[in-house]
């Protein structure tokens, strides 16, 4: 497992949390619902409906136990559930701090999606560092999941990162863009443009 290199980091900030502190201090330190499939949403992009209870009391250990057993409680809850559920405990005065989100996401959550890469696209960890962590912000973003036609691109990265196809892994990820084009989801075709360009900056 390789650590986040300065590019790979700040592209991940950028498209999570705005860039840095200002923005997430302003926005982001409450719980925030972003849209579509997602949950309730803490920290540096921790959507809690997708991690088990005890993953996110070990992530959020620090809050007070009221507010650790709302956290807890958004597991499993996405989509409108996750609205809903965000909607009712915006204002239950949990805050994550900008220090706190950026020390759960460089000893927890990078872990976290960069073992999950690694394990969806074996040989990840042979790519140059800015590549790696493209695909691991990718991961991130999307999920290690390889199944249907929205993950088609996934699989053939999955074949070329073996071959370090840099050009190749940068076309499929701007291919993925099809899945959001038109639909109002202009950050998720810039992220994939970022992410393919850091890859090629590897050639």
């Excluded at 005890?54 to 650790?68: D, G, N, R, T, V």
């Excluded at 807890?72 to 559930?81: H, I, M, P, V």
């Amino acid at each position: 497992m390789k650590k986040p290199s300065t590019k790979a980091l700040d592209l991940i900030l950028k498209y999570e949390v705005g860039g840095g502190k200002p923005y997430y201090e302003k926005f982001l330190a409450k719980p925030t619902w972003p849209g579509g499939a997602s949950g309730l949403t803490l920290g540096i992009g921790i959507d809690c409906g997708y991690y088990t209870p005890a993953e996110l009391e070990k992530i959020f250990h620090f809050l007070p136990k009221k507010q650790l057993d709302i956290v807890k409680g958004a597991s499993g809850k996405k989509g409108q559930a996750g609205k809903e559920y965000t909607n009712q405990h915006k204002n239950s005065g949990i805050v994550v701090t900008w220090d706190q989100a950026l020390d759960i996401f460089n000893n927890l959550i990078w872990t976290k999606f960069s073992r999950l890469a690694e394990r969806a696209f074996p040989g990840l960890d042979q790519l140059c560092d800015d590549a790696y962590g493209a695909i691991v912000s990718l991961v991130f973003n999307r999920g290690s999941s390889m199944t249907g036609d929205s993950r088609l691109e996934m699989r053939n990265i999955r074949d070329l990162v073996p071959k370090k196809n840099y050009k190749g892994i940068a076309k499929e990820l701007r291919k993925m863009k099809r899945i959001w084009q038109g639909k109002g989801l202009d950050g998720l075709l810039e992220r994939r443009e970022a992410e393919a360009r850091l890859v090629e900056s590897c050639v």
